[in-house]
């Protein structure tokens, strides 16, 4: 590699944890450049509460020293009070996630590195939101598939932020498909894995019971794995999910397609939560997040545990490094 990645950090909802954590990470030297997207007032305040030295410098400098960092500000137009969300900031919220992820899309960084946001403040201001995940994809125009991942394990999801009784609809085979074909490419690409191994999970109890738990291991997983192992995709399942994770079986795996968010994600956090990110798979760039909430009770007491943020950092920092590796300019 011939150049450090230059890494677009946005901290998120300016009344969570995330400028505090942010500010933390920017005491550290890191193998990336960090240039900031968000509030000024919010991070070096934040800094401030919690003792910690921090300098704004101009957004152009190519290095920064530990202690200060290149800002795009996006300034909130209500007073940011720890801990109280406010609708009227939504918009710089989420502007800051757009500006970072033109500036990824320019080629000015590498790849980004995001705090945890709000949803029901950014509602309430007026904004429909989902997920950081989703308005990337329709930022860059291209599908995206979410994954987490800490030392432990790889979870992908087949489904998302859905309440539960619309997952098996939601669950169709060209999305399923799609999401497959997304994990397979990113776990050769991003991750290096030549001839990746994935275990699908089924959707229902004891992956359907043969039909007799429910029908979608029947007439959607099972012809999509079918179809792409013919393809040459290294595909296992349709898995009860109830004993794919064993540790035995886990240790086989490349990643896990979970078929909605709480059948994975809990024995994820489980064996590492600290650890965990959470990575948009897809995107013409790296896109690494961390993997909890706003924490608002923790917001502005100097408590937040930083080490999801510093794991989302280093993670981007490898997968934005092997991408410029791979590029015909390195």
Known sequence: MTHRPRLALVPG????????????????????????????????????????PLERVQADRLSTPAGSFPLHDMPAPHAVRPGHPEPANARATVGALVAAAGACGSGRCHGMVTGPVHKAAINAGGIAYTGTTGLLAAHAGCDVLMMLANPAMRVALATVHLPLREVADALTPAR??????????????????????????????????????????????????????????????????????????????????????DQGLPVLKHAGFEEAVNISLGLPWPRVAVDHGTALDLAGTGRADPSSLFAAIETCSRLAARRIARSPRA
């Not at 089924?202 to 179809?227: F, M, S």
């Open 13 to 52: 909802e300016p009344a969570g944890v995330g400028p505090e954590l942010c500010a933390r990470a920017l005491q550290r030297s890191w193998d990336a450049e960090l240039e900031v997207f968000g509030d000024s007032d919010a991070l070096l305040s934040a800094a401030s509460r919690i003792g910690l």
């Open 176 to 261: 399923l498909e799609r999401g497959l074909r997304i994990l397979h490419a990113a776990l050769r690409s991003d991750f290096g894995i030549a001839d990746p191994l994935v275990a699908v999970l089924g959707l229902n109890p004891h992956a359907g019971e043969d039909g007799h738990l429910g029908r979608e291991e029947i007439d959607v997983i099972i012809p999509v794995v079918e179809r792409l192992r013919r393809e040459g995709l290294r595909l296992e399942g349709p898995l009860p999910a109830d004993t794919a994770f064993l540790p035995a079986k886990l240790a086989r795996f490349d990643a896990v397609m979970a078929m909605y968010h």
